[in-house]
């Protein structure tokens, strides 16, 4: 069925980095821009930024420039979030999100992962 | 980008309307129609409720209703019932493939 799954808990240590996975399928991954979206604990959503799984051009929230980089991985249908330099305030769960419209640009999430919950603690 | 600013908390009895507010700038919810609103219960992943201003996806109910003044957009919930209590974040385009998210509102169904 149409679903993105994402990779297991993570827990870093403050100034390391980490990589999330979601992984599409049951429909065609390169047709629909993906977005990373993030919620810390008792907070509300933080929009990342957004990837085209066709050519792999990316556009990050000016928050996160320098530190995030977004991949694709066309032979598995997957993408990556990674987010460097890591502090205790990136504690969250980090959501990956399916545009809604195939093939075009659009700024609504149909389809959302279960999201990762990455935690920075020393 | 400074979030779009919602009230914390809206409530009413089940069958009774509550509305939602949205308000940004000309910069995002003013200057584009790309408004869309967000369920989310404890726990889960948000759920697209609203998208275009007042577009609803298929299988959301006709309950939910959107709609722009200016810079503020607002969701509309009529008849509601226990399955809508849940946190609400609208959320709009803002321009140079910039977007932006509400502060979230919890509605409460007394």
């Known amino acids: 069925q149409v679903q993105l799954v994402q990779s297991g808990a993570e827990v870093k240590k403050p100034g390391a980095s980490v990589k999330v996975s979601c992984k599409a399928s049951?429909?065609?991954?390169?047709?629909?821009?993906m977005h990373w979206v993030r919620q810390a604990p008792g907070q509300g959503l933080e929009w990342m930024g957004i990837?085209?799984?066709?050519?792999?051009?990316?556009s990050y929230a000016q928050k996160f420039q320098g530190r995030v980089t977004m991949t694709r991985d066309t032979s598995t249908s997957t993408v990556y979030m990674e987010l460097s330099s890591l502090r205790s305030e990136d504690t969250a769960v980090y959501y990956c999100?399916?545009?809604?419209?195939?093939?075009?640009?659009?700024?609504?999430?149909?389809?959302w992962g279960r999201g990762t919950l990455v935690t920075v603690s020393s | 980008q400074s979030a779009l600013t919602q009230p914390p908390s809206a409530s009413g009895s089940p069958g009774q309307s509550v509305t939602i507010s949205c308000t940004g700038t000309s910069s995002d919810v003013g200057g584009y129609n790309y408004v869309s609103w967000y369920q989310q219960h404890p726990g889960k992943a948000p759920k697209l409720m609203i998208y275009e201003v007042s577009k609803r996806p298929s299988g959301v109910p006709d309950r939910f209703s959107g709609s722009k003044s200016g810079n503020t957009a607002s969701l509309t919930v009529s008849g509601l019932q226990a399955e809508d209590e849940a946190d609400y974040y609208c959320s709009s385009y803002a321009g140079s493939n910039n977007f932006v998210f509400g502060t979230g509102t919890k509605v409460t169904v007394l």
């Open positions: 990837i085209n799984p066709s050519g792999g051009s990316t």
């Open positions: 999100a399916r545009s809604y419209s195939p093939m075009r640009l659009d700024w609504y999430f149909d389809l």
């Open positions: 049951g429909y065609t991954f390169t047709s629909y821009y």
